[in-house]
């Protein structure tokens, strides 16, 4: 299957600091990707469509300024967790859908806000 | 939105046991994917299946995407099954967005 890279697998971060998260598309490009955010023990939650060349979309209920999306290239997109706070400690994870709509994940971000 | 609804949420089995998972969803769809998500976080692909059935070794899923729902059974089970499994579906018109289960715990005893 397509492979997609998430990077870094675990970051710890002081609170008020920004953390970017990369996630790449290795072997197709993909002018959508997704990211979700996954609270212990429970599903994943969409968070916002990154859109390559375009403004990325929004769930209700998350704030755009505070995750900065940017999807520079038909195969990368970044997250950008700007002012961390504690309660942004959380499972992020990144996906591509190819050609017929099958999405493969990138190998999710751990992140601990201290 | 669509709602997916996985049962039973949670599952124990006696290693070489077979089980039955289920994903009903409330409306048409055009993708369904099944998933197992390993103790670190990683989202395996198990089965793209918006219709019919596919097998894979042990693995084997089955959608009836008329009566909206899906199944994924494991035969034979072993420790290295255990996980969490998620149904995710794109309903008809969402764009590739997937919609996730609540998933199922399963946890396969030796």
């Known amino acids: 299957g397509a492979v997609v890279s998430q990077h870094p697998s675990r970051v710890i971060c002081k609170s008020g600091t920004s953390v970017k998260i990369e996630c790449r598309s290795l072997?197709?490009?993909?002018?959508?990707m997704f990211w979700y955010r996954q609270f212990p023990k429970q599903s994943l939650m969409l968070m916002a469509t990154?859109?390559?060349?375009?403004?990325?979309?929004?769930e209700q209920g998350v704030e755009k300024d505070k995750f900065l999306i940017n999807h520079a290239s038909l195969t990368l997109s970044t997250l950008t967790v700007t002012s961390a706070h504690p309660e942004d400690s959380s499972f992020y994870i990144c996906?591509?859908?190819?050609?017929?709509?099958?999405?493969?994940f990138g190998q999710g971000t751990r992140l601990t806000v201290v | 939105g669509i709602q997916v609804e996985q049962s039973p949420p949670d599952l124990i089995l006696q290693e070489g046991a077979n089980s039955t998972l289920r994903c009903n969803f409330s409306?048409?769809?055009?993708?369904l994917q099944w998933f197992h998500q390993n103790p670190w976080g990683q989202l395996i692909n198990l089965f793209y299946?918006?219709?019919g059935t596919k097998q894979n070794g042990r693995l084997s899923a089955t959608t009836v995407a008329t009566e909206r729902y899906s199944l994924l059974y494991i035969s034979s089970s072993q420790t290295t099954d255990s996980g969490v499994y998620f149904c995710?579906?794109?309903?008809?018109?969402?764009?590739?967005?997937?919609?996730f289960g609540k998933g199922i715990t399963l946890s396969v005893r030796p």
């Open positions: 996906s591509a859908p190819t050609l017929n709509t099958e999405a493969f």
């Open positions: 072997d197709f490009q993909a002018t959508t």
């Open positions: 990154s859109n390559e060349g375009s403004k990325a979309t929004y």
């Open positions: 409306d048409s769809v055009n993708n």
């Open positions: 299946i918006p219709s």
């Open positions: 995710a579906v794109v309903s008809t018109g969402a764009n590739s967005k997937l919609t």
